[in-house]
């Protein structure tokens, strides 16, 4: 099983993914947590130079080192272990880069699936679960919670209104795969959320 967890900056994902991967080793299930941009060694060197490089990175550069990351990551971790039968938990993914670098970097979204298909190797997330959370309270959490921005958390917020405009336009066209949760709740009746809807699917078996 591949689940996914998207979001913008500072909407709560990260704590969510950590829950949910406690939650499930806790009961027995064998699963890994990971990443994207990274998730393997090549992956976390190109994520640092991505997220933390001062000068000025061309959009296309951009998608084609993520592309490269997924690429690598796909091969190295996320298959061998949907195919050891493993529950997958990753932070981001393909909709991630339609969010950001498609309807955010305003890359053309044909582009982005044809070069996705050949990283991605046509895999898809069983279920994601989109945190949804307003721009600025998200800016504003991250900000408190690290004293640091990234390159991406440093865009103006009308680039950031447009990912999760993205997320929720991708949620009502994928209303089968997606959970979309509001991000301004409880962090533990998020979890009871998502724990409850991951139990079910688990039980279907139809993944």
Do not use: W
């Not at 969510?16 to 992956?43: A, H, M, S, W």
């Not at 932070?91 to 053309?108: E, K």
Request: one cysteine or more.
């Amino acid at each position: 099983m591949f689940i996914t967890f998207e979001g913008i900056e500072g909407s709560g994902k990260s704590t969510q993914i950590n829950l949910l991967y406690e939650y499930l080793k806790g009961r027995g299930y064998d699963v890994i947590k990971t990443r994207e941009p990274g998730g393997t060694k090549t992956g976390e060197f190109l994520r640092d130079f991505l997220l933390n490089n001062e000068g000025d990175i061309n959009p296309k550069t951009e998608l084609l080192l993520i592309m490269a990351m997924r690429a690598q990551h796909v091969e190295e971790v996320i298959i061998p272990a949907l195919k050891d039968k493993k529950i997958v938990l990753c932070d981001r993914f393909t909709d991630a880069t339609i969010a950001y670098q498609g309807y955010g970097r305003g890359i053309n979204l044909s582009i982005i699936e044809l070069i996705n298909n050949f990283a991605a190797e046509g895999i898809t997330p069983d279920l994601t679960i989109l945190i949804d959370f307003d721009v600025k309270d998200g800016l504003d959490r991250r900000m408190n919670d690290t004293g640091y921005m990234d390159r991406f958390e440093k865009e103006g917020i009308l680039f950031h209104k447009r990912v999760r405009d993205a997320y929720l336009k991708l949620s009502r066209e994928n209303k089968e795969r997606f959970l979309v949760v509001d991000g301004s709740e409880p962090v533990e009746k998020i979890h009871e959320i998502i724990k409850d809807r991951v139990v079910s699917l688990i039980g279907s078996g139809s993944f």
